[in-house]
């Protein structure tokens, strides 16, 4: 069966730490990518995405991912995080083919000041 | 345009009843999708449905089900509700006209079972 995986249940990391989210998908067929950001007590947001073309994409807030598609993965990173990153990351896999989406079951950041 | 909308916001449910939740999609948007989200499960597929059918299916039991209307509103029902179904419920809709069209998502319905 296909599925997302986020390896990391829960980062910590302080202010101007670099960041990075693995996420990896089982499916041998087209993808679209995605990247969402929940917030605390607010709904999920679309933060980057991709589909075709450059597989370094650039999304809201400074934030990148980059496909690499014989690792089948699609990890998020961002040079310098911020205390208001703070939130939960889901990583998103569209199977094109079948319009089936399936999310990973998301990543926490907790940022310190 | 106006975002995905769900209502209600809130509920409270006792063991055995059943509920309805509704969800009005993004104007123009087809496909709309049902996700129910609980802590350290992410969100789990429901089901899909697109111009009034229902695309795909995730493994849910069969108290959960759905419908589209033509208008692209949709609903989703519990039966016999249980403790474990207390989450969120998180409907999405996307244009669906080819590749790079995510989902937008709506605020949610929380659940609590008692």
């Known amino acids: 069966a296909q599925s997302v995986s986020q390896h990391n249940h829960h980062v910590i990391l302080s202010e101007a730490a670099s960041l990075e989210l693995g996420c990896n998908y089982s499916?041998?067929?087209?993808?679209?990518l995605f990247w969402y950001v929940q917030y605390p007590g607010q709904h999920l947001q679309l933060l980057l995405k991709y589909f075709s073309g450059d597989p370094l994409v650039k999304g809201i807030k400074g934030f990148e991912a980059e496909f690499i598609k014989s690792k089948f993965s699609f990890n998020l990173r961002k040079p310098s995080v911020q205390w208001s990153d703070t939130a939960e990351y889901f990583c998103a896999v569209l199977m094109y083919n079948n319009n089936d989406m399936r999310f990973g079951a998301g990543t926490r950041l907790t940022v310190k000041p | 345009k106006a975002g995905v909308t769900q209502t209600p916001r809130y509920l409270i449910k006792t063991r055995g009843q059943q509920v309805t939740l509704s969800c009005s999609p993004i104007s123009g948007h087809r496909s709309v999708s049902w996700y129910q989200q609980t802590p350290g499960q992410g969100l789990q597929f429901l089901f899909e449905y697109f111009s009034e059918t229902q695309r795909n299916k995730g493994n849910f039991p069969g108290r959960f089900s759905g419908r589209q209307f033509s208008n692209s509103r949709s609903e989703m029902n519990v039966s016999t509700l249980e403790l474990g179904d207390s989450a969120l419920y998180l409907c999405a809709s996307r244009e669906d006209r080819g590749q790079g069209y995510g989902y937008t998502f709506g605020s949610g319905t929380r659940l609590t079972v008692v």
């Open positions: 499916y041998g067929g087209t993808v679209n």
